[in-house]
Nanobody, 121 residues
Framework: QVQLVESGGGLVQAGGSLRLSCAAS????????MDWYRQTPGKQRELVAS???????RYADSVKGRFTISRDTTKNTVYLQMNSLKPEDTAVYYC???????????????WGQGTQVTVSS
């Protein structure tokens, strides 16, 4: 019932920047949390950044000071601005929304399809 579509991934040299976007559509009543995760082959998916309904943000230690998460509540869209990229940032990045929908009285989580970010040396 809710779909998340990601965009903005690509290939960039170390030190460069990318901006990821994730837009949600469907019967959303309210959004509680928006997150960005990343995953590489053989590793568990890790939380990169999160923004909650009170606008509080959290970042993984490895990206703090380089990445910024933001959201546009009027568009149900979350962004991840990635600066000073390093080769170790190479991964598939996934967005996650925790939302309440019209057919439910509690929150559900939905995931984007993933977008590849590759950082060359």
């Amino acid at each position: 019932q809710v779909q998340l579509v990601e965009s903005g991934g690509g290939l960039v040299q170390a030190g460069g920047s990318l901006r990821l976007s994730c837009a949600a559509s469907g019967n959303i009543v309210r959004v509680n949390t928006m997150d960005w995760y990343r995953q590489t082959p053989g590793k568990q998916r890790e939380l990169v950044a999160s923004v909650t309904s009170d606008s509080s943000t959290r970042y993984a230690d490895s990206v703090k000071g380089r990445f910024t998460i933001s959201r546009d509540t009027t568009k149900n869209t979350v962004y991840l601005q990635m600066n000073s990229l390093k080769p170790e940032d190479t991964a598939v990045y996934y967005c996650r929304f925790v939302v309440m929908i019209t057919t439910s009285n509690y929150y559900h989580e939905y995931w984007g399809q993933g977008t590849q970010v590759t950082v060359s040396s």
